[in-house]
């Protein structure tokens, strides 16, 4: 059975958002927009990066931070399994530096939340300038 346009519309404005949070800049790079892709793939893994490393890898606590670990997940799924990393060993983190990476790995996974929406907006604007032409 041959599907519509407009399912496959849908299908691509999936695609689009899934590659976008599974690798930052993913979306744009599949768009076309590889220079673009390549700035928001170093800013969000850089972000991402100096939180872990101010923090350490116990920034990432599924159990007891569960609204930071929202947050973080928008990242990438690769978060969940330093999330389980982090519950399994012992990870503590205390003070300033654990609150700091949080904050960073936090910002980090809402800005990728952020170019999802924007890659996928992107995406159904140009599907639709193909339709109008």
């Given at each position: 059975m041959a599907q519509s346009a407009k399912e496959n519309h849908v299908v691509f404005l999936i695609s689009t958002g899934a590659l976008a949070w599974l690798v930052p800049g993913g979306g744009h790079f599949i768009l076309g927009e590889k220079r673009r892709a390549v700035i928001i793939f170093v800013a969000i893994v850089l972000t991402f990066l100096v939180g872990v490393y101010v923090g350490s890898v116990g920034v990432i606590d599924p159990v007891h931070a569960r609204p930071w670990y929202f947050a973080q997940m928008m990242n990438s799924p690769l978060v969940m399994i330093l999330g389980r990393v982090?519950?399994?060993?012992?990870?503590?983190?205390?003070?300033?530096a654990g609150e700091?990476?949080?904050?960073?790995?936090?910002?980090?996974?809402?800005?990728?939340?952020?170019?999802?929406v924007n890659a996928i907006y992107m995406a159904h604007l140009r599907s639709v300038e193909k339709t109008e032409a």
């Amino acid at each position: 059975m041959a599907q519509s346009a407009k399912e496959n519309h849908v299908v691509f404005l999936i695609s689009t958002g899934a590659l976008a949070w599974l690798v930052p800049g993913g979306g744009h790079f599949i768009l076309g927009e590889k220079r673009r892709a390549v700035i928001i793939f170093v800013a969000i893994v850089l972000t991402f990066l100096v939180g872990v490393y101010v923090g350490s890898v116990g920034v990432i606590d599924p159990v007891h931070a569960r609204p930071w670990y929202f947050a973080q997940m928008m990242n990438s799924p690769l978060v969940m399994i330093l999330g389980r990393v982090g519950a399994t060993g012992n990870y503590r983190v205390y003070g300033r530096a654990g609150e700091i990476g949080q904050i960073y790995t936090s910002i980090a996974g809402l800005l990728n939340l952020l170019c999802v929406v924007n890659a996928i907006y992107m995406a159904h604007l140009r599907s639709v300038e193909k339709t109008e032409a």
